[in-house]
């Protein structure tokens, strides 16, 4: 991940910028992005929470790859291999 400030390379999940000083916001939820992705995952809706938004309008148009994509989608979460738009890993607990 990259700081939300001055855009330095940061330790994944840094709170803080050792550079800058800037707070960096910690990312997605991991249950908010596993629930919207197991009742709206052929939407792509998952993908719009977590600002991977391109590949959300791709999965939208397609059914979410006709379900298999979605349901990639969702063991990619539940195993924490999913990241965000940024790069980021979700956000347990
Ligand atoms: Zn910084």
């Known amino acids: 991940m990259v700081c939300n400030s001055c855009h330095k390379e940061?330790?994944?999940?840094a709170a803080v910028?050792?550079?800058c000083g800037a707070a960096q916001n910690k990312g997605y939820s991991f249950m908010i992005t596993l629930i919207l992705c197991w009742f709206f995952g052929v939407f792509?809706?998952?993908?719009?929470?977590?600002?991977?938004?391109g590949s959300g309008v791709?999965?939208?148009l397609t059914c979410g790859?006709?379900?298999i994509w979605?349901?990639?989608?969702?063991?990619?979460?539940?195993?924490?291999?999913y990241r965000d738009?940024?790069?980021?890993?979700?956000?347990?607990?």
């Open 10 to 13: 940061l330790a994944d999940g």
């Open 17 to 19: 910028c050792p550079s």
């Open 44 to 53: 792509g809706v998952h993908r719009f929470y977590t600002k991977n938004t």
């Open 58 to 60: 791709v999965q939208l």
């Open 65 to 67: 790859g006709l379900g």
């Open 70 to 81: 979605a349901l990639i989608d969702f063991v990619m979460i539940l195993i924490g291999s």
């Open 85 to 93: 738009g940024e790069g980021r890993p979700l956000v347990r607990g």
